[in-house]
Structures are given as structure tokens and as C-alpha cells.
């Protein structure tokens, strides 16, 4: 009954003919029903999904992750009317909602009384992460399961995220009953994340630039952790994204068996006997840039020991392009905790 249109078992493609998709979006919905993980497609990068109101099918994303501890989800809703149902939003926070939902944006606001989400999607905090994604797949989805999905990136804990469903297979495979095949992510990384619960602060930067929704609040944001104040993401440890290779920042030169993730033009000297060369975008387009991100690490990571990487301007969509490469050179712990 279901189409499949890989061989790796489990995987379903959501994007041909509208009635392939309905079928895919059934099978998606039932396995979400009864408690099972969805690895689905969104605009930023593959989410896990579970019932974020049934704390056993939450419980099953930590351990399918392999995530030591648990961290807030982001919920994952179709409308605005859905989002009020389980947070509440300030006047600046409806501002943002209607500039940038659909959109790679989330919410940090406080958490309406009575939410249908369980605690242990929220790590029991007095605030919930909420954002409406763009992909029309993950539209439908929502839609058609009719309640909040809590979904972190479908990789595993640490690793770097998937934009692709042959990277959630291949980090997550068994553990999810439903891989909703769209193809890779437009944006490429993860949504911005904001807190609106105080002093609007910047907590992820991510596939809207900070510049966009400062231009929008009429602000400055706050940066996480500034001040007392100023929330954090319980999420953004130091150690995040990482590829088993070594990553060299900043890299002027390559030497000799690095290979080099590259930006723009010209390559560095060396770039000839690189071990392999990955250029996130000849042209120096960042947003261009972002949507290979993950995959470069990915193909790059493997080839060489090191991997030596060109600096990417922080502006824009290389603010969170920099997070990613800063957390992904970071010392690693025996034990990642991330996200
Ligand atoms: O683009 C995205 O945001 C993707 C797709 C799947 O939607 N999701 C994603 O989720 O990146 P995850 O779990 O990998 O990252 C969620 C981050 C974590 O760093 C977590 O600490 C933070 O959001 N977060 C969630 N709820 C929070 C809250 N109430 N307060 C502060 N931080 C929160
Ligand atoms: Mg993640």
C-alpha cells in the first residue's frame, strides 16, 4: 500500500503524486498515534516527532538519539490559533509570529496553563520553544495529527544534524517507524530560536538572520546569558554538530591530507593536495551556503582526519553558519549531551 522509492526500509517518499502523499501522511499519522517516532521533512532540517502530549512516545526521542539528558523539545504546530493553545504571546511576540510564521523562527514564550504537551517535552520549565514550519509536508502533517509534535533534529545526540532522509536512516535507522522522504531541507539550518518570555534574546541563531527580526521588534536583540536576566537554551552546549573529524577554523592554507570546506573564491594554497574540497558556494552566496551545510560535514567527514575550514562571513545566514563551525571545532566531551 505505501510507496516506497528506496530501498532503505521505512522510508517513504512524500513528494510525488498528491495521492502517494496522502498515503504517506496515513501511515504518519497512525505510527504518531500509536506512540511511534516520524522523521520529518521540515524547511530547516529533518525533525524526530512525537505526540509531545504522550510522555512515553517523548521518552522514546531521548532514547532514540541516544541524548544522555533531557533537554526542552521545540513544538512543532500548523496554525497560530495552535501555537495560543500552549503559549502565550506578547504583543512583540504576535509581531514576530506574523512576520515570520510558517518559518524557520521558534518562540521561546511562557507556557499557557493546562498545554496539552507533557512535561517531559518541555523539561518541566515554566516556558515552552514553539514554531510553525514552513514545508508544506510538515504542514500536512501537523494538520492531519490535529496536536503539538515535539521534534528535535532526527540525528543522533551530537552529531551533526540531517537534511536529508538518507542521513536520518543512517544515524537513527529502527528507531523511527516513518521517514517522510521530501527531499533535502531548503534553509539547512535550524531554526532561530528566540526567547519573547522577557527581554526579547537571541538563544539560537539560525535560518532567519538576527538583522531580520531586530528590523522587526524595533530592537536590539539581547544575547543568551548576558546578563541574569537573559535566558539561555539549555541546549546550546559548547560541543554540538560534530563530525568525527577534526575541524581547523579560519584555515588560511591547507596542509597536506586536510581536507577543506571551502567558501567563495579563490581556494586557499594548499587546495591542490587537499584530500577533498567541498565549496559551500563558489559564488560566496550564504544562503546557498546553509542549505549544504550539513551535508558538506558530512561528505567531507571521513575523508581526512581534519577538516581545514575558510572563513564564512558572520552576517546574515553566517551567523549561524559560524555557530555551527565553532561548536562543531569545540572540545569534544567523552559523553555528548547535545541536541
Ligand atoms: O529547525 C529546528 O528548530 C529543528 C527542526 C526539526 O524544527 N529543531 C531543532 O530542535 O533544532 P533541537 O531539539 O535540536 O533544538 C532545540 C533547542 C535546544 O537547544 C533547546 O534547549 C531549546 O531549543 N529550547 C527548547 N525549548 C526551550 C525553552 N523553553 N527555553 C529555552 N530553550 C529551549
Ligand atoms: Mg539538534
Redesign the pocket.
Known sequence: MIEKTTNLSGIIDARNAVSARFRAIGAAVAALRRGELVAMPTETVYGLAANAADPRAVGGIFVAKGRPRFNPLIMHVPTVAAAQKIGVFSEAAEKLAAAFWPGPLTMVVPLRDGAPVSELATAGLATVGIRIPSHPVAAALLTAFGGPLAA??A?RSGHV?ATTAQHVAADLGEAVSVILDAGPAQVGV?STIVSMAGEPTLLRAGGIPREAIEAVLGQPLARAGSSPDAPMAPGMLTSHYAPSAAIRLDATSVQPGEALLAFGSPLPPGHENAAAVFNLSPSGDLAEAATVFFSALRTLDGAAPVIAVMPVPAEGLGEAINDRLQRAAAPRPPAASA?
Request: charged share 15%; glycine share 0%; aromatic share 0%.
Open positions: 528535535p533534529s540525528n544534524s535550524e541536541s
